[in-house]
């Protein structure tokens, strides 16, 4: 068993930054993969971002690859992720998640939810 705990949302304008934190508990944090997922009103929860046990391996949903940064720090047992030129379709409640087997971009292969954090971008 893993706790989840996600800060850093907030609101921000639109070509702005912000960094999300996901604090874990529990069983040891470098035996998960972590993932990011969002979820903005009326849609589905979908993949963000992805990272590996060791960090070495990262995998980002195409609308936001160049601009999101995910990384981790087993030490701290923290997933983070790096929101840059933010956009309001960027706007959602942002989730973490981890699972034991291998990173995966399908949500219903994470077996452990944060309780997720709102993100709103202005234009």
């Known amino acids: 068993q893993v706790q989840l705990v996600e800060s850093g949302g907030g609101l921000v304008q639109s070509g702005g930054s912000l960094r999300l934190s996901c604090a874990a508990s529990?069983?040891?944090?470098?035996?998960?993969?972590m993932g990011w997922f969002r979820q903005a009103p009326g849609k589905e929860r979908v993949f963000v971002a992805t990272?590996?046990?060791?960090?070495?391996?990262?995998y980002y949903a195409d609308s936001v690859k160049g601009r999101f940064i995910i990384s981790r720090d087993n030490a701290k047992s923290t997933v983070y992720l790096q929101m840059n030129s933010l956009k309001p379709e960027d706007a959602a409640v942002y989730y973490c998640?981890?699972?034991?087997?291998?990173?995966?971009?399908?949500?219903?292969?994470?077996?452990?939810w944060g309780q997720g954090t709102q993100v709103t971008v202005s234009s």
């Open positions: 990272i590996s046990w060791t960090g070495g391996r990262t």
């Open positions: 529990g069983r040891t944090f470098s035996t998960y993969v």
């Open positions: 998640a981890a699972r034991l087997y291998g990173t995966s971009l399908v949500a219903n292969e994470y077996e452990f």
